[in-house]
């Protein structure tokens, strides 16, 4: 596969782009010389020339008035003689009848012959020339009062003229080549040292593949201060991946620690809501054990905050993502089991729990939705003031699980509502609202949402998951 120009390096293509510039100069320059030496020497041949027409024709016109053949061949004789410089080949006169009176080689032209067309066919006072075979021809009408006496026709050697031309041709060639090879040398080497800072910053870029690109010393860029500027530019960027890429490794640490502490966080919440109901089982156990009912009932919700924690301590194993338990049916049961559990809270604040459970046995994950409706039941009794109820109300709505609280407390706060809009993201605000992210983030795990519904007071949050997918499993 041939190369291409284009492709080829900078060190290379620029000596050559050089030299075919320096080239076409010279031969323009030697093209313009070469016309130039030409014209003059034509001009030089034509003066000769003109000037022994005109000796000749005067010393001609008695002899040819008479038609004297010696005398004419005399003075083409001493024309020839003194113009030597004209390097004749030969001289005629012509009469007017056409023949031949004289000629300087009468084999060629003999007296009373016809001159051959390439000589006779010239025009008077003008040179012609026949530059490869190196020949001219000019000829002159001889007058005497007007009336013609004849002519003279000259026939010129111009050899010498045309190889000093093409020798001057090939010394110019050769001169032009020779510069043009030396321009294309240094073009080369001043071309290289110029480039030799981009070859050493293109070096850099290219480690920098391998690893974390370094800093050039400015010296090495030498006295241009396009290249020192280059490489200054050069080791700022420098210094700038190195800040960024040390302000990643930081921030990643950050996000590291933060997602750790509200993993954490989640997990005392999720672990710290069951305990709470357990006390308060074992509680009643240990002031009404001897109850069968009672301890039936109270054994049953400490199996349940057991189980509920266990399944918050797999699901962190699996970073933080709640699976589906071995039980996936909610039973309204299960979620009676929660108004116990807020129930000492809500007590405490002076709350009344409003309670409407219409569920029967649906198919979704228990462990998790007994963890968001209990958050969000604490949330709400914490937002209500003494006095005040919190109202829960649990039902299937075709195909959808619906929870809905209600309190009357003083509103959703903003940040809370970002939580509720962007499940994923961190909450803000000193770490405030922990208990209803876990919630959102459960909720968005089961496919489900917890959105704020509009209320005349407090706050109305509803949780509806989806059932349709997870009761094609259970049927499976």
Known sequence: MRSRPLRWRLVVKVPLIAAGLVLMAAALVSA??????????????????????DTTAAALAPSLAHEDVWEAFDVLDRG????????????????????????????????????????????????????????GWMSREVTDGGRSLGRV???????????????????????????????????????????????????????AADGPPTKLPVKAAGRSPEARTLFRRYNA?????????ALTARLAEEERLATLGALAG??????????????????????HGGDPSVRARSVALLRRGLEDIGNVVRASLVLYKMTPGANSVLTGGALDDLRLLAGPEAARRGVTLNWENRVGEEPVDPTPVRQIVLNLLLNAIAATPPGGVVRLSAAR??????????????????????????????????????????????????GGTIRSTPAKAGTTLVLEIPMEERRADLAA
Request: no cysteine; aromatic share 2%; hydrophobic share 50%.
């Open 32 to 53: 313009g010389v070469l016309v130039r030496l030409t014209q003059e020497q034509d001009a030089r041949v034509s003066a000769l020339g003109r000037a022994y027409l």
């Open 80 to 135: 020839r003689q003194a113009f030597g410089a004209l390097r004749l080949r030969l001289a005629a006169v012509v009469l007017p009848s056409g023949r031949i009176l004289a000629a300087t080689d009468p084999r060629r032209l003999p007296v009373g012959s016809v001159p051959p067309p390439e000589l006779a066919s010239h025009g008077t006072d003008g040179l012609a020339m026949d530059r490869i075979g190196g020949l």
């Open 153 to 207: 026709l000259v026939e010129m050697d111009l050899a010498d003229e045309r190889a000093g031309q093409i020798r001057l041709l090939l010394v110019m060639v050769a001169v032009n080549a020779a510069l043009a090879l030396a321009l294309a040398t240094l073009g080369w080497w001043v071309t290289s040292r110029m480039l030799r800072p981009v070859h050493l910053l293109a070096s850099h870029l290219g480690g």
């Open 237 to 245: 960027m420098v210094e700038s991946v190195e800040e960024r890429q």
């Open 266 to 287: 989640s997990m005392a919440h999720e672990v710290n809501n069951p305990l709470g109901g357990m006390i308060t089982a074992l509680d009643t156990v240990a002031s």
């Open 397 to 446: 709505d075709r195909n959808r699980f619906v929870v809905t609280v209600a309190d009357h407390g003083p509103g959703l706060p903003t940040t809370m509502a970002a939580i509720l809009a962007a499940p994923g993201a961190m909450p803000t605000g000193g770490g405030t609202g922990l208990g209803l992210w876990t919630a959102a983030r459960a909720a968005q795990a089961l």
